[in-house]
């Protein structure tokens, strides 16, 4: 079993700064792509940064500029670090990954979500 964690929303005010993190746990053998999705009530959900393994790395227009994403292929952990806030960043953010991992003697490949963390933006 193969599963993701998310650590690190909560309430900031306006300008603000919060760091989410987010470990995979399991019989991993390495991560591809990594991100951060997020979805705010009434929205569909967007993707926010992607990761790849050699540190490629695709904002969403509106968050480039504030927000960083970043890796540990070791501890097969990616973080967010969230800088000038805004309201409109309110949301439930979301980690995602392709994951490859190993099964009795086979290796298999899956996508992951995890739980999701819960940012609130506001004054």
């Known amino acids: 079993q193969v599963q993701l964690v998310e650590s690190g929303g909560g309430l900031v005010q306006p300008g603000g700064s919060l760091r989410l993190s987010c470990a995979a746990s399991g019989t991993i053998v390495s991560s591809n792509n990594m991100g951060w999705y997020r979805q705010a009530p009434g929205k569909q959900r967007e993707s926010v940064a992607v990761?790849?393994?050699?540190?490629?790395?695709n904002y969403v227009e509106s968050v480039k500029g504030r927000f960083t994403i970043s890796r540990d292929n070791a501890k097969n952990t990616v973080y967010l670090q969230m800088n000038s806030l805004k309201p409109e960043d309110t949301a439930v953010y979301y980690c995602?990954?392709?994951?490859?991992?190993?099964?009795?003697?086979?290796?298999?490949?899956?996508?992951?979500w995890g739980q999701g963390t819960l940012v609130t933006v506001s004054s």
């Open positions: 995602n990954a392709d994951m490859i991992y190993s099964r009795g003697s086979s290796y298999r490949s899956r996508e992951v």
């Open positions: 990761i790849t393994p050699g540190g490629s790395i």
